[in-house]
């Protein structure tokens, strides 16, 4: 559709340690790859993305999450005529950086480094991974993925200007990410908006009507679905429509990025970058039913008391476990402990935190006071 956009791989900046090339995967099927075989991948299985486990075997996890917006981002890419093998490599990487606990992990984590000067992000979280803390190979630190990969992961939901953030000044601050790239965050939305919408209205929180009157278009899927399969129980008449808003918030992504690069007119990949504002786009339409549905979803599931008080008790966890740390960094295991001889002891702290599952947070947390998290 505007395959002229799609990024050329002959054209990448490569990888900061040079290798040979692959004789039958190009650099970003490698990169993908890489990812899906690294320890922090495999770690999101282990870590929540809104409900905690124990309530249900079904709710979606981080890991699942994650293959949920490849799914969105690679079908998007694939009908856009985008690169999907970049595509795909940025769309499982997106969230590697999450610390335990989901958002509320994060903003804990964040405003325990506040205290120092400093900032807890976790996309540049995801950045010290691949590039520092994943030790698979030999010749080199870290993954060494190619340089579009490394600066999608940091891009993709928000740009920055030169100076903003120093230790980013590599990865082209000021210029846009490739529309791959953009994708993402886009992909992102859709997929967490109709998984928080399937877990929730699985665990009894609303009905599929108190959507519709929410959520117009919701609303008007559902009562097409209603009239045509009127036998159909309540619970598959919701997944019917919930697949059929997918499908149009999807292609509200397609058919609004297209539109947009119609009119920017701009001649390739390239030229992306240097456009003031971003490609990838919803039509107004779809963009109208994802913020009806983040305002819906606020009130009914991610500002609910059930949920504020897993968060509470999560951040809690995370702030005490970090004082205590800090406080004497010889508790932390090795290598962290020699790290933190030679580091600022409150980075390798979040770090360390960073990378803990759930289950492995409660379980330090419990040998570190002798309480329950």
């Given at each position: 559709m505007i395959e002229r956009l799609r990024f050329p791989v002959a054209q990448s900046r490569g990888r900061q340690y040079p290798e040979p090339a692959h004789p039958y995967r190009n650099p970003f099927q490698r990169d993908r790859d890489r990812i899906v075989h690294s320890r922090a991948f495999r770690r999101l299985e282990a870590k929540m993305q809104v409900f905690a486990p124990g309530i249900s075997d079904h709710f979606r996890n981080r890991l699942t999450h994650t293959i949920e917006v490849t799914q969105i981002a690679r079908t998007a890419a694939r009908v856009l005529g985008l690169d999907e093998d970049l595509t795909e490599a940025l769309a499982l990487a997106h969230d590697i950086g999450h610390p335990p606990f989901a958002h509320a992990g994060e903003d804990e984590l964040n405003r325990q480094m506040q205290r120092y000067g400093d900032r807890f992000d976790h996309n540049l979280h995801a950045l010290r991974i691949v590039e520092n803390f994943e030790q698979r190979y030999a010749r080199f630190p870290g993954l060494n993925l190619t340089f579009e990969v490394r600066e999608g992961m940091v891009k993709h939901s928000h740009d920055f200007g030169p100076g903003e953030r120093p230790e980013l000044d590599r990865y082209l601050p000021g210029l846009r990410p490739l529309l791959e790239a953009q994708l993402i965050d886009l992909a992102d939305?859709?997929?967490y908006n109709a998984a928080d919408l399937d877990d929730a209205f699985s665990a009894g929180m609303f009905t599929a009507n108190e959507i519709a009157e929410r959520v117009p278009q919701y609303g008007a899927i559902l009562e097409a679905v209603e009239t045509q399969f009127p036998g159909a129980s309540a619970r598959e008449q919701f997944h019917e429509a919930l697949r059929q808003l997918i499908d149009a918030l999807v292609s509200g992504l397609v058919e609004g990025t297209a539109a947009n690069a119609a009119r920017a007119a701009v001649a390739d990949a390239e030229a992306v970058r240097h456009l003031p504002d971003r490609v990838a786009t919803f039509t107004a339409e779809t963009a109208a039913a994802s913020r009806a549905l983040k305002q819906f979803l606020f009130a009914r599931v991610y500002a609910t008391p059930e949920l504020a008080e897993d968060r509470r008790r999560s951040v809690s966890m995370i702030a005490e476990l970090f004082g205590f740390f800090v406080e004497d960094p010889r508790r932390l295991p090795d290598p962290y402990t020699r790290l933190a001889e030679t580091d600022p002891p409150h980075r390798v702290v979040c770090d360390y935190i960073a990378g803990m599952t759930d289950a492995f947070c409660r379980r330090t947390y419990e040998q570190a006071f002798g309480l329950p998290g």
């Open positions: 939305e859709i997929a």
